[in-house]
């Protein structure tokens, strides 16, 4: 059985969190980034080249935020940026090593509050 087969029977028996990033590639093409607050790492990264700047931020929710309570992490502990703003600091997003690795968190799970709210309960 492969690793990545055991880690998701392991996920769906409860005894293992769900890895961030595992299996994915980095896009060349992204231009926004989810990254977390406390570590400075990424987790998500969508390509928007062409999107109007003021509608990704009028629609944050369904543009980024959506996907990031999807991975079950609370958008309050993640910043949206975009790629020229990390470059502008020093941080290559397409840098295995800007990238978080592993595990969650458990500051970054979302609060049942959160879920519920997000799952419409």
């Known amino acids: 059985m ?13 005894v293992a969190k769900p890895k961030l990033n595992e299996g994915a590639g ?6 926004h980034f989810a990254v977390l607050k406390n570590t400075g790492k990424i987790i998500n990264g969508w390509e928007y080249e062409g999107y109007d700047p003021q509608e990704l931020k009028m629609e944050k929710d369904w543009y980024f935020l959506n ?11 993640v ?33 049942d509050k959160e879920n519920k709210k997000h799952l419409g309960y």
Do not use: C
Request: proline content about 5%; glycine content about 4%; hydrophobic content about 30%.
């Open 2 to 14: 492969a690793n990545k087969e055991k880690q998701r029977l392991l996920e769906i028996a409860g």
């Open 26 to 31: 980095i896009n060349p093409k992204y231009t």
């Open 67 to 77: 996907d990031i309570r999807d991975m079950d992490i609370s958008p309050k502990v």
């Open 79 to 111: 910043s949206i940026l975009t790629k020229n703003y990390l470059v502008k600091n020093g941080i290559d997003p397409f840098d295995v090593n800007n990238w978080h690795q592993g595990q969650h968190d458990d500051s970054s799970f979302m609060s």
